[in-house]
């Protein structure tokens, strides 16, 4: 069965760093595509970052400049370094993975940017 886990997060002041990382397990494939959302209560599930297998990653408007995805070619890992966090980066981060048949989600790990 595959798996995926998030780790990382947790709270910091406006400004400040943070790093979240996925790793998969039960797997004997490498996912096409990897990605960070967000969900903050009340409204939709919100696409962050992308990044293929191979190939470049792409961002959603509001993290542009701020936040990097990371992936090792071949590997079903993936982080994202968020940088100069604002209040409104406040969600649960989610880790997503698309195979040929299939979408898989993390937990879920809350991140928090306040003072």
């Known amino acids: 069965q595959v798996q995926l886990v998030e780790s990382g997060g947790g709270w910091v002041q406006p400004g400040g760093s943070l790093r979240v990382s996925c790793a998969a397990s039960g797997t004997t494939f490498t996912f096409g595509a990897m990605a960070w959302y967000r969900q903050v209560p009340g409204k939709q599930r919100e696409l962050v970052a992308t990044i293929p297998n191979h190939g470049s990653a792409g961002y959603a408007d509001f993290v542009k400049g701020r936040f990097t995805i990371s992936r090792e070619d071949g590997e079903n890992t993936v982080s994202l370094q968020m940088n100069s966090l604002k209040p409104e980066d406040t969600a649960v981060y989610y880790c997503?993975?698309?195979?040929?048949?299939?979408?898989?989600w993390g937990q879920g790990t809350q991140v928090t940017v306040s003072s």
């Open positions: 997503n993975a698309v195979s040929w048949n299939a979408i898989y």
